[in-house]
């Protein structure tokens, strides 16, 4: 990220998405990001992380549905070093246009997956699915 005073619009607009749900704080971590609900973290803002020049979010999923978005769309999706195992993806904001309702729906998930049950209800299920819409 350039040495600059200006935050990164696309962690501008995350962090607008992010700060809707309940209790959510932002840790800033050098030019990267974390959102956390309590002390879980529900999504990541990746800028060139460890020098692979991506920038992406990066949330959690259910058991075994990132390997499937990163199997469906490797364009978009990859699995992030170190917790793509642990079920979470990646999603490039780099290339091309993010669409940003379709990243309301992804982050809205990890959200609800990470949140307490109390928490978690409080938040509209908005689930994205293969091949676009909503569950």
Avoid at 39 to 52: A, I, T
Avoid at 56 to 61: A, D
Avoid at 81 to 92: D, L, S
């Amino acid at each position: 990220m350039p040495k600059s005073s200006a935050e990164d619009p696309r962690l501008t607009r995350l962090t607008a998405i992010c700060q809707r749900f309940p209790e959510t704080t932002r840790k800033m971590h050098g030019s990267h990001a974390s959102f956390r609900v309590r002390k879980k973290v529900f999504c990541y803002f990746l800028h060139d992380h460890h020098g692979d020049g991506i920038v992406s979010v990066c949330i959690r999923t259910a058991r075994g549905e990132n390997t499937e978005w990163a199997a469906h769309d490797p364009a978009r999706f990859y699995l992030p070093a170190y917790i793509g195992p642990r079920g979470w993806i990646a999603m490039r904001l780099d290339r091309g246009r993010p669409d940003w309702g379709e990243i309301r729906e992804f982050v809205s998930e990890s959200y609800r997956l990470a949140a307490p049950r109390r928490l978690a209800t409080a938040v509209p299920r908005l689930k994205p699915r293969l091949g676009g819409g909503l569950s």
